[in-house]
Each structure stands twice: as C-alpha cells, then as structure tokens.
C-alpha cells in the first residue's frame, strides 16, 4: 500500500483555521482574555514601523507569552484599521507544513483569499521559527523580496536564533526578547499595583524608591511569584497553579530538554543533559565549578561545558561571573554561579517552598537575579575572594570599577546586627564605595556604620524596583 501523502486542500484548510480572522475579524477568544504583557507596546511599535525593510525576530523561553502577544498585536492591527485579510499566522512546527518554505506558504495564503496577485500592505507572522531549517536564509530573502511587506517571526531557542538573526539577519532582522515574568509584571498581572507606593520622587516626577502599604501580603504574593509566577499562565490559572509541576515539566521542560536542544545542537544522550539541569535547578545560586557539577552529574566536564552553553540557549539557566574584591575578572574562569532565569522551574521539579525553608534564601537570590536577566546588556557579577564574598556588584561600564554593591538577604537579623556584614563592610571599604543595600524580609531602614551608609529593603521591594527599572529604561 503506497504511503498517505499531505494535500493541498488539507494545507489550505489548516492555514484557514490559523487564520479566523480572515472570516470574522477576531482573534480567538481565549487570547483575548489574556493581559497584555508589560512588554506589548514596545513589540507593537515594532510591527508596525513599516518605513524600516526589517523583519522582527521574537524571541524568548516557551510559555511565557509569546504567541499571546503576537495574537494581540493581530487584534489589535484590526482595531486600528488594517484589513484581517492582510494579516498571517503561521505556526511552523505544526507538522502539516513540514518540507513546505516559507515564501510558498506566503503564495498559498494569498492564494486562498483570492489575492494571489497582491504583494503589499501585508503583516505576516511565522511562529516556532526554528523548526525551519535555515530560517534566517528564507527570512532575509522575504524581506529583500516584498518591500511593502512586515515579516514578524518567533522562535523558543532565544540564544540559537540570535545567533543565526547576528549571522545572517545584520540590517534586515531587529530582535525583540520577551522574558519569564518579572516581579513587576506579575504585580500588574495580578492586579496587585494598589500594594506598590513611591517612596521617593525625584524632581522630574520619577519613583526613585518604592515600598509597600501592606509588606506581610506583598510578601505572599514574593513567595507565591517564586514558586508560580514566571509564566502568565500560571500566575493567572488557579487550575495550573494546583498542579504546576506538570505544567512546567511537561509542557516547558521537558519539550526543551527532550525535543527542541536535541533537534537543534543534535544532542545524543538526554539523560546525561536533564541530570545536569536537575542537579543545576536543585542548586540554583551556588558556586559551581566543572569538576565538582561532572562529580555531582556524572557527566564529564567536557560535555558539561557544551550543555551549559545549550541551557542558556534554551534560556534556563544563566552563568554569573565571579570577579575579586577589587571588581577584576579572573583570567581563568574557573569558579561561577548558575541561576535559573525563572525561580518557579525549581518548584515544578521538586516542590514549592515555604517562606520559613532553609533553601528560600536561595531562591530569593535566584528571583533578584532573574530581574537582571531581562536586561541583556547590563548583568551584574558577585565577588568572592578568599576571606569574603558579596551577593552582587555592578561595575562602573567605562571605569570597569565596582559602582554598587547589594547583600541579598532573606532574614532581619543583619538589622539588628550590622556589623556582622564583615564581607560587604571590606569590600565598601576597599573600593571606597559610600553605600550599599541589603535585602530584608520587612525591615525598610537606614544606618550609617562607620561612614557606609546601609540601605535595608525587603527583598520583595527591592526585587520589584529592578523589574520596574529595567522595563521602564527600554
């Protein structure tokens, strides 16, 4: 019996129900009922600059709200004027559309609306991007093709697709990355901005310090954001939240761990890989090295070194460098930190944690650090040095100096006892640095200790102002 093949009309009817808009000028509804990301109107501005022969390539982790926001920007394209017939949806890894280009599948969808002969005005989406290969090769020739054209393309292996974007894309693709939820947007999301108040304004009107009217329930909402809340769904779905463990691992982990790095980088041995990011979840925010993650995994150091680069492409993990007290970089950089980009990976493979857990201290230096996350541009470091270590340090981008220092703390007691911050008062002093910050559960207070001034935060505050900074300064 010879082999069933795909059909034209079975492609023709597939790209239909992509596209409902087409009949009935809305998005499907569940998309609808969805909150717009924090992060929609600068992608939006992005769609819609016609004038500029670029494509827009999003990228970012799965789940977090990439195909919700491409459906809002399609609604809101028609609300705003532009002809649903003139707007395209694709989803490349639907099955259906294997062996089939991405210019062919543009003639096709002007074929089925009767405007095969129409090459203009037209805003054109390509979803999970990836699965087509070399995608950036077809991409650019769309765009040097159809100069009237708005080819908006997305893709899960954020770190893989910038690559290529880098490679082949220079002055024909603008990348946009759409991040886990911060804590800032998980506030919004949840409709929690009545808790947020500006503690200091500065003279052109700006926030220069937040706090809270109610710290005990912003609180719960800290812990609730570390356990759920870096996916939209989750943080939205009192049905997912009761089982986020097989939402998370099903759908986000093991679809990266077991299909997308495979497929991607030709990975052989998964089971060596998902030992590896378990034994990293696990121990998010700790000092690692080659030999002691191999002695831990059972995966030689070697190997390791490549799957850390594939995590990070995945954006699971990221690495943190250490430098010395004096804010120098090692020349061998053998000693580093790994965060998960997104606390709530850690809750899904093994458990939510209590406020009161001996591990919560980590995760909340895991939750800070995923803030920093989203701005690629500016990660800070920690410093460690034989008698002492800081959480973080930010160093001055010309002078190359440590600017700023924070001690991320999940406890009141340096409050109460300053001067048991030894690490953090040497290293003010050393680097004659004036202030630092140290995070508290709710404790908002000020002290001078021997000409340093102390800056105490609850970490929930402190987490939500680098959120809200970093989105606000892009």
Same mark, same amino acid.
């Given at each position: ?19 409902? %808009? %087409? ?6 509804? $569940? ?12 992608? $939006? ?43 395209? *949806? ?55 093709? *159809? ?117 991607? $980088? ?43 680069? *594939? ?150 505050? $402190? ?12």
């Amino acid at each position: 019996m010879p082999l069933l093949t795909v059909t034209e009309d079975q492609i023709l009817s597939r790209i239909k129900f992509e596209n409902p %808009w %087409w009949k009935g000028g809305r998005i499907d509804p $569940y998309f609808s009922e969805f909150r717009r990301r924090l992060y929609f109107d600068q992608f $939006y501005q992005l769609i819609t600059e016609v004038t500029i022969k670029r494509a827009v390539v999003l990228m970012g982790p799965r789940r977090v709200g990439k195909t919700v926001m491409i459906y809002h920007a399609i609604q809101q394209l028609i609300d705003k004027g532009t002809d649903p017939q003139k707007i395209i *949806y694709l989803s490349i890894e639907t099955p259906i559309y294997n062996g089939l280009g991405i210019e062919g599948l543009f003639r096709l969808c002007r074929q089925i609306i009767a405007k095969e002969d129409d090459l203009s005005g037209y805003y054109i989406f390509f979803d999970e991007i990836q699965y087509l290969k070399d995608w950036e090769l077809h991409l650019k020739s769309l765009v040097d093709s *159809y100069h009237r054209c708005k080819f908006i393309v997305s893709g899960s292996a954020a770190a893989a697709l910038k690559l290529k974007s880098d490679e082949s894309g220079a002055g024909r693709f603008t990348d946009f990355t759409l991040p886990p939820l911060t804590f800032h947007e998980y506030v919004h999301l949840q409709e929690l901005d009545h808790l947020i108040i500006c503690r200091e304004q500065e003279d052109d009107n700006v926030c220069a310090a937040y706090d809270t009217i109610d710290i005990t329930e912003l609180n719960r909402h800290f812990v609730q954001y570390i356990n759920y809340g870096g996916y939209p769904e989750i943080s939205l779905s009192v049905a997912v939240r009761a089982n986020p463990g097989r939402y998370i691992k099903s759908d986000i982990i093991d679809k990266v761990l077991l299909r997308d790095l495979p497929s991607l $980088y030709g990975i052989q041995d998964v089971q060596e890989l998902n030992s590896l990011f378990t034994t990293i979840a696990y121990n998010s925010g700790n000092e690692f090295t080659y030999e002691s993650l191999s002695m831990t995994s059972g995966v030689s150091s070697n190997t390791i070194k490549k799957y850390i680069h *594939y995590l990070q492409a995945a954006f699971l993990i990221k690495v943190v460098h250490r430098i010395d007290q004096t804010g120098k970089k090692f020349k061998r950089a053998n000693y580093f930190k790994i965060y998960l980009t997104n606390p709530s990976l850690r809750s899904a493979l093994f458990a939510p944690i209590e406020a009161t857990a001996d591990l919560m201290g980590n995760m909340v230096e895991t939750a800070i650090y995923a803030q920093w996350f989203h701005d690629t541009k500016d990660t800070p470091n920690y410093s460690r040095w034989r008698s002492g270590e800081v959480d973080v340090v930010r160093l001055h981008a010309g002078k190359l100096k440590p600017e700023m220092a924070t001690e991320i703390k999940w406890s009141n007691k340096y409050h109460a006892q300053p001067r048991a911050l030894k690490s953090l008062r040497r290293f003010l002093m050393y680097n004659n640095l004036p202030r630092a910050t140290v995070t508290t559960i709710d404790i908002t207070d000020r002290i001078v200790l021997d000409e340093h001034t102390l800056q105490y935060t609850p970490a929930a505050i $402190y987490c939500y102002t680098q959120g809200r900074q970093i989105h606000d300064q892009q």
